[in-house]
């Protein structure tokens, strides 16, 4: 009897091991290298010259330093990546994707730091004196949007995308847009109407029915107010625009504000006269000098068996001292009153 033929032992498929060569790991590498270069660079010469702009005052060079420093690491990364595509086999294809896409990155970091620069340019020409027609944060953010659109729109082309097609579809969807933005978009144009008018300017003191105190800024969406309290107060600008309002830091004569008083009075009316008067110099002299005090007026406007009401009009040369102004002249006249009527008992204070 023959014996049984022995199975063959069972053979499993060889499990494929792929080890990355040199070759395929230089791309890498070289991208590597270059984000490292991006920071040595960074730490040897950014900000050492920050650090000595600082030192010296020299505002303008530190904000270039610090905007050049967010991006020199990413400079780094893409020099890195574009001498690496080199050491790589691609398609046509992908090594012209790959091109595009490192182009389009460079260009617009280039647009993002313009957009830097010129932002912190307006910034700077809005806080001189000289130049307070300018709204820091609305002129801002317009200049920094509108550039980098541009970058955008440069960008695309540079990627082979067809800008005009993608602005005529941009035009249709901006008109649903807009209406759904209404009430934002009219406070926009109208930030950009106040400021272009020049009848509000940043450090202007002005009153509407509503608020009444300094402009600290005006906003690409609402108007930003500092009152006697030191209380914000935040307005949108469609409603600064639409409101009538009074800019005392654009008076073009000196300014007077009127004072009124009602006091009870026994004696003569030509010695209450001489009594304001006195009361409304010494006022103004001690807030705004004795210069504006000789323009000060004083009027009695009304006279019943009760009381006499005096208006005083002060020259007050400066909004800011109208408190102190008003303070002084009810307090000198109330004082000088109740001397002159000190043997008259129930007196009441003027107010």
């Known amino acids: 009897m023959a014996s049984p ?18 070759t395929q790991l230089l791309p890498l590498a070289w991208i590597l290298g270059g984000v490292i270069v991006g920071v040595i660079a960074y730490m040897l010469v950014i900000r050492p010259l920050r650090r000595a702009t600082v030192r010296h005052g020299l505002q303008a060079l530190e904000t270039a330093m610090s905007i050049i420093g967010t991006v020199i690491i990413l400079w780094g990364g893409l020099a890195g990546l574009y001498i690496g595509l080199d050491h790589v086999t691609l398609s046509t294809r992908e090594a ?3 091109d595009r896409a490192i182009g389009a990155l460079f260009i617009f970091s280039l647009m993002w730091i313009a957009a830097r620069v010129a932002a912190a340019w307006v910034e700077a020409l809005g806080r001189q004196t000289e130049h307070r027609i300018f709204s820091v944060s609305l002129y801002s953010t317009l200049v920094q949007v509108v550039i980098l659109i541009i970058g955008l729109l440069t960008v695309l082309s540079s990627m082979g995308i067809a800008i005009a097609p993608l602005l005529t579809t941009l035009g249709l969807g901006g008109l649903a847009v807009a209406l759904a933005l209404n009430d934002t978009l009219s406070n926009l144009f109208a930030g950009v109407q106040i400021i272009a008018a020049r009848q ?3 450090g202007d003191y002005v009153k509407f029915d509503f ?22 107060i935040i307005v949108p600008n469609s409603k600064i625009n639409t409101s009538p309002f009074t800019n005392y830091s654009m008076c073009v004569s000196a300014l007077m ?3 009124n008083a009602a006091l009870p009075w026994k004696g003569a009316l030509s010695q209450l006269r001489t009594i304001a008067e006195r ?8 807030v705004a000098g004795k210069l504006e005090a000789e323009n000060c007026k004083v009027f009695l406007t009304a006279v019943n068996e ?16 109208r408190m102190r102004a008003v303070s002084g002249f009810l307090r000198r006249l109330h004082d000088g009153a109740y001397e002159a009527n000190m043997g008259v008992r129930g007196q009441t204070p003027a107010t």
Request: hydrophobic share 45%; proline share 8%; net charge negative.
């Open 5 to 22: 033929t022995p199975l063959a032992k069972a053979t499993l498929p060889p499990i494929p091991v792929h080890v990355a060569s040199v």
């Open 96 to 98: 012209n994707f790959l």
């Open 200 to 202: 509000i300017r940043i």
């Open 211 to 232: 608020a009444e105190g300094e402009v600290i800024d005006i906003h690409w969406h609402n108007t930003t107010i500092r009152d006697f309290e030191n209380n914000l």
């Open 257 to 259: 504000i009127p004072v």
């Open 279 to 286: 009361a409304a110099i010494d006022a103004v002299s001690e």
């Open 306 to 321: 009760t009381n006499v009401q005096i208006t005083g009009l002060l020259p007050i040369g400066n909004i800011e001292n």
